[in-house]
């Protein structure tokens, strides 16, 4: 494995601010959606990716049980997958979560295949043995325990930051530890993305619903993030801000970008054998696509969060109103111009839903 020189500073950095942000953990907290793009065969025949959600101030006191954080620890991840025991969904610790190591100074530059197997056995062997000696870890067509850890070595994360209150992570840990735990996974109805919904919903209660368009009732990694940006929009005090989470260059080319369903079948060789079978079809979902499906998530590109910034997912939203903030408002107004997160939030100008897409 290729050894990163220890980032002192940014390691530095990344602790003050996760210590400074839990010192006001009564005052206010946070969470983000994670978009995770589809990769591998799976994802090419997928391409919907997959969702997850960050805890910033909750923690796992095992990976199957939540508590609030403590000093200095840093939150976790937790995501519906199937055959991890039985499962319905695991918490891991975010810097584990995404590069399968317990200190950002160990994360490598790059990668091979056999120096992320090795960091994943390391860290199940210390940790996730209680998921099961045997449990399987997984391969192109089936889930398993390796896809807990390491993620950013296979994929580009986008994360939909927002704020919460401790009373609505206090409420999500006592009806997550209440629940039994038990998977129901199903590809269609009960998958990742649902999963994301139902979290979502503990924080804004009948927020998020399924779609008949453009998901044909499903729900999509993609639609429950477009859904948070919407929402987001109407409830400014959510403080929304987007963040891209680099994928580690190495042994998997880059991966691809989410897709909803209807675009899956419109823009993928999908689309040949549904023309052929029935051409009334495959235009239905064109014209869908075109009128419900395409989307955008941002307006411009989020900032790109690798080890040395990561610091700035956990960092402390804007206040209400300070200098800095106060004058780019101002300078927006003056100029007829939106400020860069006034950008990333803020609905197109009256004209209703953006049909562009964010691809």
């Not at 065969?41 to 939540?66: M, S």
């Not at 929304?240 to 580690?248: K, R």
């Amino acid at each position: 494995m290729l050894a990163r020189r220890p980032r002192f500073r940014s390691v530095f950095a990344f602790t003050a601010v996760a210590i400074l942000t839990l010192g006001c953990v009564r005052c206010r907290a946070q969470s983000a959606l994670l978009l995770e793009q589809p990769y591998g065969l799976f994802g090419l025949l997928n391409p919907t990716g997959h969702n997850a959600i960050y805890l910033q101030n909750i923690c796992a006191a095992t990976p199957v049980k939540l508590r609030r954080c403590h000093a200095g620890e840093l939150g976790v991840v937790i995501a519906r997958y199937k055959g991890i025991d039985g499962y319905d969904w695991i918490a891991i610790p975010l810097v584990p979560y995404l590069y399968s190591v317990e200190k950002l100074s160990e994360v490598p530059a790059r990668v091979n295949r056999e120096s992320v197997q090795r960091m994943r056995e390391r860290y199940r062997e210390t940790h996730l043995l209680m998921l099961g000696k045997d449990l399987a870890p997984g391969n192109i067509m089936r889930d398993g325990w390796s896809e807990l850890l390491g993620v950013a070595y296979e994929r580009a994360i986008y994360a939909f930051r927002f704020e919460t209150t401790p009373e609505q992570d206090d409420a999500l840990i006592a009806e997550m530890n209440a629940g039994p735990n038990r998977s129901h996974f199903n590809l269609l109805f009960n998958n990742c993305a649902d999963f994301a919904r139902k979290v979502l919903n503990t924080y804004f209660p009948h927020a998020f619903r399924r779609s008949i368009f453009p998901d044909a009732g499903i729900t999509t990694p993609k639609q429950v993030a477009h859904k948070l940006v919407r929402y987001a929009r109407k409830h400014p005090q959510l403080h929304l801000a987007v963040f891209e989470i680099a994928q580690v260059p190495g042994y998997r080319r880059h991966s691809g970008s989410n897709k909803s369903i209807d675009q899956s079948f419109v823009t993928t060789p999908y689309v040949i054998p549904i023309m052929l079978l029935n051409p009334y079809v495959a235009a239905g979902l064109a014209v869908d696509y075109l009128a419900r499906g395409s989307y955008r998530l941002f307006t411009k590109r989020p900032v790109v969060l690798e080890p040395d910034n990561l610091s700035e997912l956990i960092a402390p939203p804007a206040p209400r109103q300070n200098p800095v903030s106060a004058g780019q408002e101002a300078a927006s107004a003056a100029t007829g111009a939106l400020s860069p997160l006034q950008i990333t939030v803020a609905a197109s100008s009256g004209s209703g839903e953006s049909r562009t897409a964010s691809e």
